[in-house]
């Protein structure tokens, strides 16, 4: 009877000191929302319009990559990637995130980006925030890095083939 005790003492206590498993936060943030919206709307001809990004942002929402700011209102939003989607292959931002947070005015994101084109695949690596007005993104500030197969281990969530 003490050795069963023990014994199950030590698989209990073994259960405590292993590291708990990471939880996917779900995506209900609009940050989070638009990007579900944003991954379909890649698939789908013509649902890139001012219209629709009027759904999740402000009218003169911004968004700066790297410190360079690339779009500024919906318009913007609109024409910036109907390009993307009209040059072909697929491009998705993984949610849920990696990591997500929220304060009442801002969203923190740590994602992935992937995509194929032309028979090759592409990952990158995305941290930042956005602004939040009136429960709409005012703007999106991201840094990211490309992973480079061979040079940078790849994130589970990249594609490879």
């Known amino acids: 009877m003490k050795k069963s005790?023990?014994?199950?003492?030590?698989?209990?206590?073994?259960?405590?000191?292993s590291p708990a498993v990471a939880q996917e936060k779900p995506a209900t943030d609009v940050v989070s929302r638009m990007f579900v919206w944003w991954n379909e709307a890649f698939k789908t001809p013509g649902a890139y319009t001012p219209e629709n990004f009027s759904?999740?942002?402000?009218?003169?929402?911004?968004?700066?990559?790297e410190?360079?700011?690339?779009?500024?209102?919906?318009?913007?939003?609109?024409t910036h990637f109907q390009k993307i989607q009209a040059g072909g292959g697929d491009v998705e931002i993984v949610v849920p995130f990696k990591d997500v947070?929220?304060?009442?005015?801002?969203?923190?994101?740590?994602?992935?980006?992937?995509?194929?084109?032309?028979?090759?695949?592409?990952?990158?690596?995305?941290?930042?925030?956005?602004?939040l007005k009136g429960g709409k993104i005012a703007s999106i500030v991201l840094v990211r890095h490309t992973l480079e197969a061979g040079k940078d281990p790849l994130d589970a969530q990249c594609w490879t083939k």
């Not at 014994?7 to 209990?12: F, L, N, R, T, V």
């Not at 740590?110 to 032309?118: A, G």
């Open 67 to 78: 410190g360079k700011m690339v779009i500024n209102g919906v318009q913007q939003w609109a």
């Open 55 to 65: 759904r999740f942002f402000t009218p003169e929402a911004t968004l700066v990559l």
């Open 5 to 17: 005790l023990l014994i199950a003492s030590a698989i209990a206590a073994l259960g405590l000191a």
């Open 101 to 131: 947070f929220e304060t009442p005015d801002r969203v923190y994101t740590y994602h992935v980006i992937r995509s194929r084109r032309d028979g090759k695949t592409g990952c990158s690596l995305a941290a930042g925030h956005a602004e």
